[in-house]
């Protein structure tokens, strides 16, 4: 126990910097940007909340996951299940079950079950998926992807198929975004120092020492993956508010890619990594867009062609890892001591 | 000098984008794909869309007012989508127009709707784009991808007297499952018209061998095949199909209207597309030839499908609208444009009620495609509009 | 048993393509743990360089018209010099790097690739006659069967043979052999890293040219899309398959195969658009079953 506090005591250092950084953007953005802008930063706190959740997994378990974006999908669609008045689910889910076509539920309270189906699903898929390991274990949790990816697209009368459905709330402002930022950067600190995270990381970077320790990898990793999951169904949920529309197509390789791509960026084994690499990239995909438009110079407007915006931030993500193979953050936390930040959890 | 022509009408085309507003003009935003997948897609009709633009602005304005256009780029990004649908309503767009597609289109519109101003969908065909799908102040200018299916079907019935049809659908997008719903609502309407066999693909899908297989094994040939796919998978199936010996008459949707593919399939012969107006330069309306050479003009390209005209059609009612309402309140335009019905356009007639924003029925050109070579041999309109509870069962 | 033998050349000519892909990304997995998710660009690349660029609807084929003599060599140099540049300028210097980074490179490098032919080319899908003499069908044992089907399967075995052969009787093939089982070894005993790295990517650069002139002759499109689904399924089989294990991948290619095209036809209509779903759902069987792959090489084997 005591050994426990001085962990919290060493490691809360990173918790409170990276809310810190979360809360600057959002009060600055509310101070100085444009509505527009506005909706970029919600997007970006919602990407926290799909990295950080990927990270709880990937990043403690060391197992890359393909995955989790169908969680997202689970959470989008049962968002859309829970608030889409009665009367549009009659005509465009009329396939649901009579007790869902008639709740319709707070949003934050739908968002808290998004998340649990999605979690209660990990745990089933998971007691199969997470007896894998390296690379099988990608591929498999790639196949449960395409899976629900395959249903939602054609289970017509439950998910209105490939087309979008709407009706969605709209509710996902800056402040709600931030909240859910924060509180899933909280819950990914909170399970990282927990015995089941230490656990977990042991394993990652000694599997037979912590096999021989008595710890369960396998075990650990369900945990891991249904909290992951419970976190990215909620941060499903919000991004269903946020757009107002949730269509599965938006749930699949696009998606799973520029999440997978900003962990990486960041650094796949720390929590800051997973915050840095979406801030980071965020930051140069907006650059890229403004200068997309067009940026005055004396006069003079001065633009990139369109579609150059793409392939420079393939471009500058390939520099990045070619120059930081373990990320931005090389792996390791940020905390007050900013010269030489601490290995993580240790 | 054609080239030249064309330099001079862009450098208009220039001058409505970047030139000053004035305090007095009449903003219509563009939240369209500028780059990325739907941009191809979305330019041609956004084209169409400028030329009566440009052509209103000429002729006095609207309202005696100036049109000046903004635009704002979706990235073929929904999220994007939303951010250029605020945009251009912070630029003081009184019309938001809105990508073709209804999924990509969808979150500028809803944008626009809940800043209480009127929408329009490029080219949507779902019925989804307008009241059910986005609420009552959006529109699209197109014709239901449904009627293209019903109409292919009663024409094929009453003049290539099919009666065995048989039906292969791409389960890839809405617009595919809507032409056969389409299809599927007209067959029993039809006297002794059967479904000999169904079958389902994927647009990605590099091979269609077992499905084709599958036709191939019926004790005969059908009659005709509806085929509810679009491009590029559309392409392939077909090549496959007239490959595998299938000779039998081919009906599609609109989606794959445009002879630019037609080398991947040479001498194609016995191929129908429904077409709200030609692009091969014989429509019975000659105004819609010289639509053609104008858009040639401005863009220095023929218009590569129909999805051109509903750009230039979309223009057309909601300005007449705005002078009968002799206002831009969104809720005047809307209840003119509800009044509107067989509003005859350069590409067919157009009705609005309060209950449907988009045309359960409509006038379609049928184009024939002999040895390779499309051509406009009929003309059909549906006898019976398809009932909006049947569209939105869909 | 003419529909049987109809099932048995569907699923054969799907399966080449799969197994084909398949192949081109376990070489380059084989010597460098490298999941190139850039393969299926490749494949793109290669039949985009038939085309003239140009955002026109109408395509402006350029090296497509070449005789036919000329137009293969010319499409497989092309893939094997992309592949071999991509090594050079980015692959290189992630040798050292852990797999999840070399994983995100290679998806950056296909994601520049991609919108790179979207600025030449744009979105939209393009036509292109080639050799569509193929499309005429031949009749054997009473199935008709598209010349194409034919003539892709038994470019596939002519592959599979030429390649077996190259890589159990030429020395570059042994120590190719030598570097996919164990590298670190391989390199001790005098192999040439680089050399045996680059031929790798040249002929995964090769088979990608292949699928493409295939793809682009079967559906008479070049899209930014085409290679996509069969560089997804081909990474699956690779998997399924043992990775490291080119017979394995090449087997599992076909396997997938053969399961599609097998669901599609045993499906009730209603199911058949979650035909995948079922296909996905055997992969993840194949994996539980077998997490080591069909043909697992013996360096693949954890030692815990």
């Not at chain 1, 600057?24 to 953005?29: D, G, L, R």
């Not at chain 2, 858009?295 to 218009?303: C, F, L």
Request: a positive charge; one cysteine or more.
């Amino acid at each position: 126990m005591a050994q426990r506090s001085s962990l919290l005591a060493r490691t809360i250092s990173t918790l409170i910097i990276l809310i810190l950084i979360l809360v600057a953007i959002a009060v600055v953005t509310k101070l100085l940007g444009s509505r527009p802008f506005e909706r970029t930063v919600v997007e970006m706190f919602i990407r926290v909340m799909l990295v950080v959740g990927i990270y709880i997994f990937v990043g403690n378990s060391g197992v890359i996951s393909f995955g989790h974006m169908g969680f997202m999908c689970i959470g989008a669609y049962a968002a859309a299940w829970f608030t889409i008045p009665a009367v549009m689910k009659q005509v465009s889910l009329p396939g649901l079950p009579n007790f869902l076509i008639n709740t319709q539920l707070p949003i934050f309270l739908s968002a808290f079950l998004a998340g649990l189906l999605a979690a209660l699903f990990a745990l089933i898929v998971g007691r199969i998926l997470m007896r894998l390991s390296g690379i099988a274990a990608s591929i498999a949790t790639f196949a449960m992807l395409a899976v629900i990816n395959v249903v939602y697209s054609n289970w017509d009368s439950v998910t209105g198929g490939t087309g979008s459905i709407v009706g969605i709330p709209f509710y996902t402002g800056i402040w709600t975004a931030l909240g859910g930022a924060i509180l899933v950067v909280i819950i990914a600190y909170l399970y990282q120092i927990s015995r089941s995270g230490l656990a977990l990381r042991a394993g990652r970077d000694e599997a037979t020492a912590a096999a021989a320790s008595g710890v369960n990898i396998v075990r650990e990793r369900l945990i891991a993956f249904v909290i992951s999951a419970f976190v990215i169904g909620v941060a499903g949920a919000l991004y269903g508010h946020f757009l107002g529309v949730v269509n599965p197509d938006a749930f699949y390789l696009g998606v799973t890619f520029i999440t997978l791509s900003m962990l990486v960026v960041g650094g796949m084994n720390s929590l800051s990594g997973a915050v840095m690499g979406v801030i980071v990239i965020s930051g140069i995909i907006q650059l890229l867009r403004w200068l997309e438009k067009g940026v005055d110079l004396g006069g003079t407007t001065l633009a990139i062609p369109n579609g150059l915006q793409e392939i420079t931030i393939g471009l500058v993500m390939i520099v990045i890892l070619m120059f930081r193979p373990s990320g931005l953050t090389r792996n390791r936390e940020i905390t007050w001591r900013f010269k030489g930040a601490t290995k993580p959890s240790e | 000098m054609s080239r030249l022509k064309a330099l001079g009408l862009a450098a208009t085309f220039g001058a409505l984008i970047s030139g000053p507003a004035l305090a007095d003009d009449i903003v219509v935003g563009f939240a369209t794909a500028e780059s990325g997948f739907m941009q191809a897609y979305d330019k041609p009709a956004q084209d169409a869309a400028l030329i009566r633009i440009d052509e209103i602005n000429k002729a006095g304005g609207l309202l005696g007012r100036q049109i000046k256009v903004v635009t704002a780029d979706t990235k073929t990004d929904r999220a994007e989508g939303a951010k250029a649908g605020l945009e251009v309503l912070d630029k003081g767009a009184e019309l938001v127009i809105v990508s073709c597609d209804y999924d990509f289109g969808a979150p500028a519109a809803l944008a626009a709707e809940a800043a209480g101003k009127v929408s329009f969908f490029l080219c949507a065909e779902s019925i989804k784009a307008g009241i059910p799908g986005v609420g009552p102040h959006s529109f699209s200018s197109s014709v239901l991808a449904a009627v293209q299916g019903a109409t292919m079907a009663e024409w094929a019935y009453n003049k290539k007297n099919a009666r065995k049809f048989y039906r292969l659908l791409d389960t890839w997008t809405v617009y595919n499952k809507g032409i056969c719903d389409g299809f599927d609502w007209q067959l029993p309407r039809l006297k002794d018209a059967e479904l000999v066999g169904s079958d389902t693909f994927k647009n990605e899908d590099a091979s269609i061998a077992s499905q084709i297989s599958r036709i191939k094994a019926l004790p005969q040939e059908p009659d005709a095949i509806m085929l509810c796919t679009m491009m590029p998978g559309a392409v392939s199936a077909i090549k496959q199909i007239r490959a595998a010996g299938i000779k039998a008459p081919i009906l599609n949707g609109s989606g794959v209207d445009g002879s630019y593919w037609l080398s991947a399939v040479p001498d194609l012969s016995n191929f129908f597309v429904p077409a709200q107006g030609s692009i091969y330069g014989d429509d019975p309306n000659p105004k819609v030839n010289e639509f053609n050479k104008k858009y040639k003009e401005v863009t220095g390209g023929d218009p590569s499908s129909q999805y051109v005209y509903p750009g230039y059609v979309l223009i057309d009612v909601w300005s007449k609208a705005v002078e009968r309402a002799k206002s831009l309140d969104a809720d005047a335009v809307v209840a003119e444009l509800e009044k509107m019905k067989d509003e005859p356009t350069l590409f067919g007639p157009r009705t609005f009620t309060s209950e449907i924003h988009h045309q359960n029925k409509g006038r379609y050109l049928i184009i024939e495609t002999t040895n390779g070579k499309p051509a406009v041999v009929d003309e059909w309109t549906i006898s019976e509009a398809i009932p909006v509870a049947d569209l939105l069962k869909q | 048993m003419t529909a049987l033998l109809q099932i048995l050349f569907d699923a054969l000519s799907l399966g080449s393509l799969y197994a084909l892909g398949a192949l081109g990304i376990a070489l380059i997995f084989g010597v460098m743990r490298l999941v190139n998710f850039a393969h299926g660009d490749y494949i793109a690349f290669c039949v985009f360089a038939l085309l003239w660029p140009s955002i026109d609807a109408a395509a402006i084929v350029f090296a497509g018209n070449l005789p036919t003599i000329i137009l293969i060599p010319l499409i497989l140099a092309i893939g094997a010099g992309l592949s071999v540049l991509s090594e050079i300028l980015v692959f290189r210097r992630f040798r050292n790097a852990n797999p999840a980074t070399m994983m995100i490179a290679s998806f950056a490098l296909g994601y520049v690739l991609k919108n790179f032919l979207l600025m030449l080319f744009s979105s939209r899908p393009k036509s292109i006659d080639l050799w569509s003499n193929l499309s005429q069908q031949v009749e054997i044992a009473g199935a008709r069967i598209p010349l194409l089907q034919v003539i892709t399967i038994t470019i596939t075995i002519v592959i599979l043979i030429a390649l077996t052969a190259f890589l159990k009787r030429t020395r570059f093939g042994l120590e190719m052999r030598a570097a996919a089982e164990n590298f670190t070894m391989a390199r001790m005993l005098g192999v040439k890293a680089n050399r045996v790295i680059m031929l790798a990517f040249a002929i995964s650069g090769m088979l990608a040219a292949a699928i493409g002139l295939i793809l682009a002759t079967q559906s008479g499109t070049v899209d930014i899309q085409m290679g996509m689904s069969v560089m997804l399924v081909a990474f699956i089989a690779t998997v399924i398959g043992g990775l490291g294990s080119l017979p394995g991948a090449v087997i599992a290619g076909f396997l997938i195969g053969g399961a599609s095209v097998l669901m599609q036809v045993i499906l009730p209509l209603e199911a058949r658009p979650f035909r995948d779903a079922f296909v996905y759902g055997a992969v993840i069987a194949c994996l539980i079953w077998r997490p080591q792959g069909l043909l697992a090489p013996k360096s693949a084997k954890q030692r815990v």
